[in-house]
């Protein structure tokens, strides 16, 4: 292919992603899977006309790492922080956290009654399939009531870094002790104290930045931040979130920034944002399409195995949700999606760790079931009230000191 017929593929693929997109939206369907779909019809039509199959497995991290940073930092610009959305907040972090956890450990276990390996293996790739991925839950969840719809949101953004978290807790521990997790909690309060502090310097050049081109040259400053972090193995994924969320809010804060055009280059951000995500996203999701064999999707084992993870996913979170929630677990049991973070930490494993189970298409299998029973939750709950989320985890105190009338800081 010559540069103009190349030209010619990318736009007509970035015309047809949009289209899906306004379908999508019109029938309240994950674009994703749409995209998803289109790739592998293009595999297919590429492999009936004898037309060139090209890999493209070495871009799939690359284009995976960018759009889960660009998801995460445009769910946080749409997330405004209240003393009343405190107990919200925490609740989503608790039920991230135990949702993980117990899905990881019920997942590794299954895992290893099937291949036989070592558990510390199979916690290992048990993990991907234990994150919710907030790139496919957060623009799936715009017509749930608005609590629910932040909580989708915050879940699965916490869910993202916890997931990274402990993916690289596993790659760098081998053996389970008292000191492991200790190191683990003093690395968590350090990325804490980090994100903030990073969300200041970045917050406060922003304000300073006069050059008429700064939006992305902020998107890259997150890029390397998060690479860095990547290094040191410190899931600085945080930083976006908690950058967002201060820039979503930083009215509050502005007398002490004194950030004149703060609307306007908000408003401004949040479209590059938005429109850099959709173009990352677009890529990304067709290549996958593209690179799945339709023929291991079809095979016994693939469906058996997808089963039992699919099972375990829904199980697991229906019984925390069940013991933890003092609402309705409705429709949160149901949205609880697997995509690029989990394509994203399939990749990102040791080939020497891989199981030779785990595979694309157990992938494929895993992402289209729980994307599907996510459709359940979206049309149970857009025509849902809005109910008020709980946690027995969270004390009660915080009910009566943050439900005072907010004032700014």
């Known amino acids: 292919m010559n540069v103009y017929e190349i030209l010619e593929v990318l736009s007509l693929l970035i015309i047809l992603s949009y289209i899906l997109d306004l379908i999508a939206h019109k029938i309240n369907f994950p674009s994703v899977l749409l995209l998803i779909g289109t790739g592998v019809i293009i595999k297919l039509v590429c492999n009936y006309f004898n037309f060139p199959i090209y890999d493209f497995s070495d871009i799939i991290p690359v284009l995976g790492t960018i759009g889960l ?11 405004e922080i209240s003393k009343k959305k405190i107990r919200l907040t925490l609740w989503a972090f608790f039920a991230a956290l135990g949702v993980l956890v117990i899905t990881n450990l019920v997942l590794a276990m299954l895992f290893q009654i099937v291949t036989i390996e070592s558990f510390y293996k199979c916690l290992l790739n048990a993990l991907p399939f234990s994150v919710i991925s907030s790139a496919i839950a957060i623009p799936s969840v715009t017509k749930l009531a608005e609590e629910s719809k932040e909580f989708i949101i ?3 953004s916490f869910s993202d870094i916890l997931g990274i978290v402990f993916f690289n807790f596993l790659i760098s521990t081998t053996t ?6 200790v190191k683990l909690g003093a690395d968590m309060l350090l990325l804490v104290f980090l994100a903030v502090v990073c969300s200041l310097i970045l917050a406060f050049v922003l304000s300073r930045l006069r050059h008429s081109v700064k939006f992305f040259l902020i998107i890259a400053i997150l890029i390397f931040v998060f690479a860095t972090g990547k290094i040191f193995h410190l899931s600085t994924l945080l930083v976006i979130l908690v950058f967002g969320l ?3 809010n930083l009215s509050k804060f502005n007398k002490y920034f004194k950030y004149e055009g703060y609307k306007e280059d908000f408003k401004n951000l949040h479209m590059v944002t938005y429109e850099s995500t959709f173009l990352v996203k677009t890529f990304f999701f ?7 064999d339709l023929n291991e999707l079809a095979n016994w084992t693939v469906f058996k195995n997808g089963i039992m993870i699919f099972t375990g996913i829904l199980f697991c979170r229906f019984l925390f949700l069940y013991v933890f929630s003092r609402k309705s677990i409705f429709p949160e049991l149901f949205i609880s999606p697997r995509g ?5 930490l399939y990749f990102m494993l040791p080939e020497e760790l891989k199981l030779p189970e785990v595979n694309m298409a157990l992938l494929m299998f895993v992402i289209l079931s729980t994307n599907v029973t996510m459709l359940i939750g979206i049309f149970a709950g857009s025509k849902a009230p809005i109910e008020e989320f709980d946690s027995v985890l969270i004390n009660e105190s915080f009910e009566t000191s943050w439900d005072k009338e907010e004032t700014d800081v």
């Open 154 to 156: 915050f879940e699965s």
């Open 246 to 248: 201060m820039l979503k």
């Open 69 to 79: 940073i660009l998801i995460v930092f445009e769910g946080a610009l749409d997330l």
């Open 340 to 344: 690029l973070i989990t394509i994203l």
């Open 176 to 181: 389970f002790e008292a000191s492991s997790f």
């Open 286 to 292: 067709l290549i996958f399409g593209y690179i799945i």
